[in-house]
């Protein structure tokens, strides 16, 4: 039942729910051009998202946790000869945001942040979509004129996961609620004496089939009037049926768009108002690096093995030594938090960089000699021309490895060709491609080996001449736990009991006041640092370069959307510890309270959004009640 007293029907319900769900995703999305991203405009990109996933919060979870599964598996394009045509170089160039969302969203698991974050990476989707990603690509892969085109370019399309809607990206948990969101909304409009005729709803219509027809007039419609018979077939809904439905976002949009006008249009006002009266409090945030913002119980037995290798004083059992031991103390415990260092000429060739150089006649010429290893190979292969692009792809790719494999000389000819640059090496910090023993390489180093073309993989080939060793240095634990040292010293010395640990930890814990006394061993890891944290805040010389905090400065306003809010800022000099479930454990400094008045007008702008979405919150917030009181 609406609030307006009107009965809702199932199939109401269900026709709103797949309206909104078929935005269109893609820059000629013509599947439903009536939709213009409803949920991604009034929900996604402000806090409202949050209310949707209240009711159902469970079922909404397991739709999601099914998805993050299939996510985990899902690789970005790559082209299949040139590797370096793919989404994540093409992201790292074009949109960085959606290359670092890409990546955040997979190392996400808490169920909250990870609904952040796959409406984080949804919207930088919608910034940078995948018909630009694929025009990019397919502009970049002409420059390599011998190899064959992927035809995947053109075929299929690149969009992250594969999805096709926001049903797929969200479950249709989320989508049905969103739905029952609109629909009461545009009931409590109503009952506000809010209107919407159906002249202006045609008119919304013609102006939006209008608009989508002009973009496609190279497709097969006539006129825009047929486009519209066909968006309505997709639906699978009648036009009375479409009227109804966009009365209700009509309706919605206008009573959130009259509620929560802060009537600082006029960007002069605004910007007046802000000059006279906007509180700043700048804010000096201290808190862990990300490697010691440990998750699981396995990362902080990793710390306990590396910190016991590393210094054999310990003042208090949460302490962080204030130097190491000896590096050949450190050495004969563990000879792999040893990094060498060397000054070489060096230089990289790759067969696959050789297979780019054989040319498509001898690819063909191969091919046509060598029928039966084809035939061994690729034994459902009937005949050369009648294979389609993908397989015509992979059957290329495996007679130039071929080709390659047969002309070793090829590599050395390379290697001379290449040019010899000069670099600082690491060992075992570094990662070379195809390098997969380290200390083997690091071994050879030390000798003074020249390496003209020297493989691990029979892949990747290196030339290797040190020209000066420079002094040997200890991990730090970020860089073991890259290099995968550390996992061999744990496996090694085993893990070291932490009962007595975890006694501290628990001590240090009831310090803090959002203290439970059923905390689990997991929820007690953020105040491993507790101790060490408040050494930093009493003491600055305790803060050293060997257990360097993330300090960052932020300016936070009445409507920031900060680690703290503007009042708990601006309440102490120095805050007490503090917890967040993203960010770990942390403290703030109050640097500075002042009233800011060389605001940029953009900043103006964002913080009247952030008012506004507040307001839309609480609003929907309220209407979600009233429909759910009995």
């Known amino acids: 039942m609406a609030i307006d007293g009107k009965k809702i029907s199932q199939?109401?319900?269900?026709?709103?729910?797949?309206?909104?769900?078929?935005?269109?995703?893609?820059?000629?999305?013509?599947?439903?051009?009536?939709?213009?991203?409803?949920?991604?405009?009034?929900?996604?990109?402000?806090?409202?998202?949050?209310?949707?996933?209240?009711?159902?919060?469970?079922?909404?979870?397991?739709?999601?946790?099914?998805?993050?599964r299939k996510e985990q598996s899902f690789r970005p394009y790559s082209h299949p000869v040139i590797p370096q045509l793919s989404a994540e170089n093409t992201w790292a160039v074009f949109a960085p945001p959606l290359n670092r969302a890409f990546h955040?969203?997979?190392?996400?698991?808490?169920?909250?942040?990870?609904?952040?974050?796959?409406?984080a990476l949804f919207l930088a989707e919608r910034r940078f979509p995948s018909e630009i990603l694929s025009y990019i690509l397919r502009y970049q892969e002409k420059e390599f004129s011998e190899i064959p085109k992927d035809t995947r370019l053109t075929s299929d399309s690149l969009a992250l996961f594969g999805y096709k809607d926001l049903q797929d990206w969200f479950g249709p948990t989320f989508i049905e609620n969103a739905a029952k969101a609109v629909i009461q909304g545009a009931a409590f409009a109503r009952v506000q004496g809010y209107r919407v005729s159906k002249e202006e709803i045609a008119a919304d219509i013609l102006y939006k089939r209008e608009r989508a027809f002009q973009r496609g007039r190279e497709s097969s419609w006539p006129n825009s009037y047929a486009l519209y018979q066909d968006c309505l077939k997709m639906q699978q809904i009648d036009e009375p049926r479409a009227f109804s439905i966009l009365e209700d976002i009509l309706l919605f949009r206008r009573l959130f768009q009259d509620a929560t006008s802060l009537n600082l249009v006029d960007t002069f006002a605004l910007k007046s108002f802000y000059e006279k009266a906007h509180e700043c409090a700048e804010v000096e945030f201290v808190q862990l690096p990300e490697e010691l913002n440990f998750k699981k119980l396995e990362d902080l037995e990793k710390f306990e093995v590396y910190l016991d290798v590393v210094s054999s004083r310990r003042e208090h059992p949460l302490a962080l030594p204030s130097q190491l031991d000896p590096i050949?103390?450190?050495?004969?415990?563990?000879?792999?938090?040893?990094?060498?260092?060397?000054?070489?000429?060096?230089?990289?060739?790759?067969?696959?960089?050789?297979?780019?150089?054989?040319?498509?006649?001898?690819?063909?010429?191969?091919?046509?000699?060598?029928?039966?290893?084809?035939?061994?190979?690729?034994?459902?292969?009937?005949?050369?021309?009648?294979?389609?692009?993908?397989k015509r792809a992979e059957l290329d790719s495996f007679a130039r490895a071929r080709i390659v494999a047969t002309h070793p000389e090829w590599i050395g000819v390379a290697m001379d060709a290449k040019e010899k640059q000069e670099r600082t090496l690491s060992l075992p910090k570094e990662k070379l491609t195809?390098?997969?023993?380290?200390?083997?390489?690091?071994?050879?180093?030390?000798?003074?080996?020249?390496?003209?073309?020297?493989?691990?993989?029979?892949?990747?080939?290196?030339?290797?001449?040190?020209?000066?060793?420079?002094?040997?240095?200890?991990?730090?634990?970020?860089?073991?736990?890259?290099s995968r040292g550390l996992d061999e010293i744990v496996r090694r010395v085993g893990v070291k009991d932490t009962e007595e640990l975890f006694a501290a930890i628990f001590a240090e814990a009831k310090e803090q006041?959002?203290?439970?006394?059923?905390?689990?061993?997991?929820?007690?890891?953020?105040?491993?640092?507790?101790?060490?944290?408040r050494c930093v805040k009493e003491d600055s010389q305790k803060e050293t370069s060997l257990w360097a905090l993330v300090k960052k400065k932020e300016s936070i306003f009445r409507y920031s959307q900060s680690l703290v809010s503007f009042d708990q800022a601006v309440s102490c000099e120095v805050s007490p510890l503090l917890l967040s479930g993203k960010e770990g454990i942390f403290f703030?400094?109050?640097?500075?309270?002042?009233?800011?008045?060389?605001?940029?007008?953009?900043?103006?702008?964002?913080?009247?959004?952030?008012?506004?979405d507040e307001l839309k919150y609480t609003l929907l917030e309220k209407i979600l009640k009233v429909a759910d009181a009995p």
């Not at 013509?30 to 806090?47: C, P, V």
């Not at 498509?360 to 292969?381: C, G, H, M, Y």
């Open 11 to 68: 199939s109401y319900l269900q026709n709103m729910s797949h309206f909104l769900a078929t935005e269109p995703l893609s820059m000629r999305g013509f599947q439903n051009f009536l939709n213009d991203s409803f949920i991604s405009r009034e929900f996604l990109d402000t806090k409202i998202s949050s209310l949707l996933i209240k009711e159902n919060r469970e079922k909404i979870q397991e739709e999601l946790l099914v998805r993050k």
């Open 104 to 119: 955040d969203h997979l190392g996400v698991h808490e169920s909250e942040d990870a609904f952040s974050s796959r409406v």
């Open 328 to 390: 050949e103390e450190i050495a004969g415990r563990a000879k792999e938090l040893i990094a060498s260092n060397f000054v070489v000429e060096w230089a990289h060739v790759s067969k696959r960089e050789l297979e780019a150089k054989v040319s498509v006649k001898e690819t063909w010429d191969w091919q046509a000699k060598n029928a039966q290893i084809l035939q061994e190979r690729f034994p459902s292969i009937v005949s050369l021309d009648s294979l389609d692009s993908e």
């Open 434 to 482: 195809g390098i997969f023993d380290l200390p083997e390489l690091c071994l050879l180093l030390e000798r003074g080996d020249l390496l003209s073309s020297y493989t691990q993989d029979e892949e990747n080939y290196y030339f290797f001449k040190v020209k000066e060793r420079l002094p040997k240095v200890v991990l730090t634990f970020k860089e073991a736990l890259e």
């Open 513 to 533: 006041e959002n203290f439970k006394k059923e905390f689990s061993k997991e929820a007690l890891l953020p105040y491993r640092f507790g101790f060490y944290l």
């Open 588 to 612: 703030y400094r109050l640097v500075d309270r002042r009233v800011e008045t060389s605001l940029p007008l953009e900043k103006m702008l964002q913080e009247q959004k952030l008012a506004s």
